[in-house]
T-cell receptor
C-alpha cells in the first residue's frame, strides 16, 4: 500500500509569492486534512475535505485555500506569502473505517519564505 | 475549545530507563486521544489511541498510555528506553464532531543517552 504522498518536499519562495502544495491520500481514503507545523510547535489544523467538500477550517486567514479533486487528492494554496508562513505543511489522510479519526500523515512539504 | 498541554518540552533518559511523557487535555466531552511520534524530517506516525474502550492502551514499539478521566491525563510510558526511541512525541485530542481535526500539544523531544 502506498502511503500519503506530498509534493514538493522542499521549496523556497519570497514574500508576496503564491504557493501550491499537493497531496495524494492513501488509496481508498476519501478525506484529507491539512496541518501547518511551525518549528518548535505541534501541528495546527488548517482544513479538512471529505468527498470534495470542505468539512472544517482552522483559524487561518483567507490567503489559505484548498480543494479536493474527484480522485480525492488535494491541493493547498497560500497567496501573498509572509515570512511567518515558513513551516512544514502536513497532509493527513483519514480512514473511512470507524470514526476514531486516526490521521495518516505524509512526510510534509517544507516551505521557506524569504 | 479543546486543548492539550505537554509538560516538559525536553525529556532525557538513559538507555534502559523508564520513559514518561506527560499529557493533559481539556475537553467538554469524552475525548478521543492520540500519541504520535515524529522522527527528524518525517511526518507523524501514530503510536497509540484511546477511543473509550480500555483505559490502558498499548501501542507500537512497547509504548503504552493510561487514560485518567479524573486527572484529564493521558501520559505515555515505556518501561525501558531504546536509543531508537529518540524522537519528538505529540499528544493530540480529536474533535468529536470532526474526525479530521485534532488539536496537538507542542511536543516533547525525547533524548536517550547511552
Amino acid at each position: 500500500d502506498t502511503g500519503v504522498t506530498q509534493s514538493p518536499t522542499h521549496l523556497i519562495k519570497t514574500r508576496g509569492q503564491q504557493v501550491t502544495l499537493r497531496c495524494s491520500p492513501i488509496s481508498g481514503h476519501k478525506s484529507v486534512s491539512w496541518y501547518q507545523q511551525v518549528l518548535g510547535q505541534g501541528p495546527q489544523f488548517i482544513f479538512q475535505y471529505y468527498e470534495k467538500e470542505e468539512r472544517g477550517r482552522g483559524n487561518f486567514p483567507d490567503r489559505f485555500s484548498a480543494r479536493q479533486f474527484p480522485n480525492y487528492s488535494s491541493e493547498l494554496n497560500v497567496n501573498a506569502l509572509l515570512l511567518g508562513d515558513s513551516a512544514l505543511y502536513l497532509c493527513a489522510s483519514i480512514s473511512n473505517r470507524g470514526n476514531t479519526g486516526e490521521l495518516f500523515f505524509g512526510e510534509g512539504s517544507r516551505l521557506t519564505v524569504l | 475549545a479543546q486543548s492539550v498541554t505537554q509538560l516538559g518540552s525536553h525529556v532525557s533518559v538513559s538507555e534502559g530507563a523508564l520513559v514518561l511523557l506527560r499529557c493533559n487535555y481539556s475537553s467538554s466531552v469524552p475525548p478521543y486521544l492520540f500519541w504520535y511520534v515524529q522522527y527528524p524530517n518525517q511526518g507523524l506516525q501514530l503510536l497509540l489511541k484511546y477511543t473509550s474502550a480500555a483505559t490502558l492502551v498499548k501501542g507500537i514499539n512497547g509504548f503504552e498510555a493510561e487514560f485518567k478521566k479524573s486527572e484529564t491525563s493521558f501520559h505515555l510510558t515505556k518501561p525501558s528506553a531504546h536509543m531508537s526511541d529518540a524522537a519528538e512525541y505529540f499528544c493530540a485530542v480529536r474533535e468529536n464532531t470532526n474526525a479530521g481535526k485534532s488539536t496537538f500539544g507542542d511536543g516533547t523531544t525525547l533524548t536517550v543517552k547511552p
